[in-house]
């Protein structure tokens, strides 16, 4: 096994890669930074998998839950049917609480809205939510579009919360663009990375 070394030292900052393991076809697409936003939209392309990094999601209201939908029409309007489940680990800072578990609050079956895939993150000075989205093969005009995700973060009750969703955009139209934002409030602050991959 090869080691790869970040040349940038900071992920937002990444513009190549050293050492003797390949990429493949991994290309920085774009990224966002958060101050106060209401949401976060990114266009899609052609890439066959796309690969969304989250930093620091912090929301401006207390509880609030990170979500996510796709647009067919140029962003014109989000609301793709979506079929999902999720499942999480949790445990409190005090010890008192823990828990491994099917999350029903999080699945989705053949609904429009959006999608949700970190439940409750605290507003504190000192919480927020990082993770990964993946979504293969957007534009597809044959095929539903699969994604996956798994995030860390701080709930509102002083909980860590380990994320893990999947599920697909019950939709054979292309996918043209994708929209982040809390249930409540604002993005208070965070950075999203877009990467394309062929």
């Known amino acids: 096994m090869s080691l790869i070394k970040l040349k940038n030292n900071a ?3 990444l513009t190549s890669f050293e050492g003797s393991a390949s990429l493949g ?10 101050s106060s936003s209401a949401s976060i939209e ?22 609030a839950r990170w979500t996510f939908q796709a647009s067919t029409d140029n962003g014109s309007s989000y609301g793709v049917t979506i079929t999902s489940t999720a499942f999480a680990a949790y445990h409190g800072e005090n010890d008192t609480f823990n828990g491994l578990g099917y999350t029903t609050a999080q699945d989705l079956a053949q609904s429009t809205s959006f999608k949700q895939l970190v439940r409750e993150v605290g507003s504190d ?18 095929y539903v579009k699969h994604f996956i995700s798994r995030f860390s973060d701080i709930q509102e009750n002083d909980a860590a919360r380990d994320d893990f969703t999947a599920g697909y955009f019950n939709s054979v139209s292309p996918l043209t663009n994708i929209k982040f934002q809390f249930s409540s409030g604002n993005i208070d602050d965070g950075k999203i ?4 991959l062929n």
């Open 125 to 142: 000075n000192d919480q927020n939510t990082s993770g990964i989205l993946q979504i293969f093969n957007p534009a597809s005009s044959v």
């Open 42 to 63: 990114f266009d899609l392309g052609s890439y066959k998998e796309y690969k969304f990094f989250f930093v620091n999601m912090h929301p401006s209201v207390d509880a």
């Open 193 to 196: 990375l877009m990467f394309g």
């Open 25 to 34: 076809d991994m290309v920085f697409i774009s990224s966002a930074t958060a």
């Open 11 to 13: 992920l937002d900052n």
